[in-house]
């Protein structure tokens, strides 16, 4: 894949125009440069017109669905990660058309150095949208409902403690008359935003059943509900992709940074990369499976014995210790089919102690 005997076209997507540059195979010259609009129309007429070459795009927006035209149209695709990407976003002369050269020099002479990323299918990223819309009416509630309990305390009121879920119903008990009428209109929105929250829950709990059984084997791990479970199915996509189990945790960004050079190796936080959305469930996974209703097993074990030894961030870094292991936990039950086994590692200590 590094060498390449096709010309080479570098594609700065934009919302409105997207610029390329063009190489030939085995020379500077520019064969050629333009910009055309960021539609499927123009892309199709430019695509159509190039003989077979290397097309390289940055990871955005638009990326998924230009991907698939020019894949499509039988071209070799590379989408760059624009985070790894220095001589992008670190110039001092960036520019549309100056991105898109580079781009396309980079792709020619080694594709590795653009990290390259792969786009999920089109039937993963519509069953993602289902989770990302149920995630946005649930920010959505989280916003008002701290608005409401606010303004709230600013007049001496204070709403009774509870899930959000049943937050409308508890205001309306706890509230006098002359606040409700104030209130009235953002709590018949924060019924209503919880009735559409449920009603995308069933839908991805039948999208589980239907198209993708294996998510009950990840939902087998206490903590792990049908939206973690369901995201990490979607979002690593195929298991096949990783060989070992701990590559999961590293894609998803909850391993550590390292900036080691010489005698010097600084201990850093996580790297914070790949799906954001994923981390963050696997975080709040973790909080329960550390928290007071968490099921006894070795994670959690081992979770608190991260605690146990102290220090004003033990919590925290449980916590995110806790999530990459489950990561790991999750991809190597998908991959093997097997029974989880919560106490496994445990019991087995206890049998050699025994013995």
């Not at 990302?132 to 303004?151: E, F, W």
């Not at 005698?263 to 550390?290: H, P, T, W």
């Not at 990561?327 to 039950?333: D, M, R, Y």
Request: with cysteine.
């Amino acid at each position: 894949m590094i060498k390449t005997t096709m010309p080479t076209i570098g594609i700065d997507l934009g919302d409105k125009h997207s610029h390329f540059h063009l190489l030939e195979a085995h020379s500077d010259e520019t064969e050629r440069r333009g910009k055309i609009r960021t539609t499927s129309k123009a892309f199709g007429k430019l695509l159509g017109s190039l003989p077979r070459c290397r097309v390289v795009l940055e990871a955005c927006t638009h990326s998924a669905w230009v991907g698939r035209l020019v894949e499509e149209a039988g071209h070799e695709l590379i989408v760059s990660n624009p985070r790894k990407v220095a001589l992008i976003y670190k110039d001092s002369r960036k520019s549309d058309p100056r991105d898109a050269e580079t781009l396309a020099r980079l792709g020619r002479a080694d594709p590795k150095l653009l990290w390259p990323v792969r786009l999920r299918r089109l039937e993963t990223r519509r069953a993602l949208s289902l989770l990302k819309c149920r995630d946005a009416l649930v920010r959505t509630r989280t916003i008002l409902v701290n608005s409401i309990r606010s303004q709230a305390k600013t007049m001496g009121q204070r709403i009774g403690s509870g899930s959000t879920k049943n937050f409308e119903k508890k205001a309306r008990e706890d509230l006098p008359e002359e606040l409700l009428d104030m209130f009235g209109p953002v709590l018949d929105l924060l019924e209503e935003t919880s009735r559409k929250i449920r009603s995308y829950e069933k839908r991805i709990e039948e999208l589980g059943r239907k198209e993708y059984p294996e998510i009950a084997l990840l939902q087998q791990v206490n903590g792990v509900g049908p939206i973690t479970a369901t995201a990490f199915r979607l979002i690593i996509e195929d298991a096949s992709y990783f060989d070992k189990s701990r590559d999961v945790s590293a894609y998803i960004g909850l391993v550590p940074r390292r900036d080691q050079s010489g005698n010097c190796d600084k201990q850093l936080g996580i790297s914070k990369e790949g799906d954001a959305f994923l981390r963050r469930l696997l975080v709040q996974a973790a909080q329960y499976i550390l928290g007071p209703f968490g099921a006894d097993s070795d994670l959690r074990r081992w979770g608190l014995g991260l605690v146990e030894r102290g220090g004003s961030a033990a919590k925290k870094r449980a916590v995110v210790a806790v999530a990459r292991k489950l990561a790991v936990l999750l991809h190597a039950l998908w991959k093997s089919g097997e029974v989880y086994e919560p106490l496994r590692n445990s019991s087995r200590e206890e049998v050699t102690g025994a013995a």
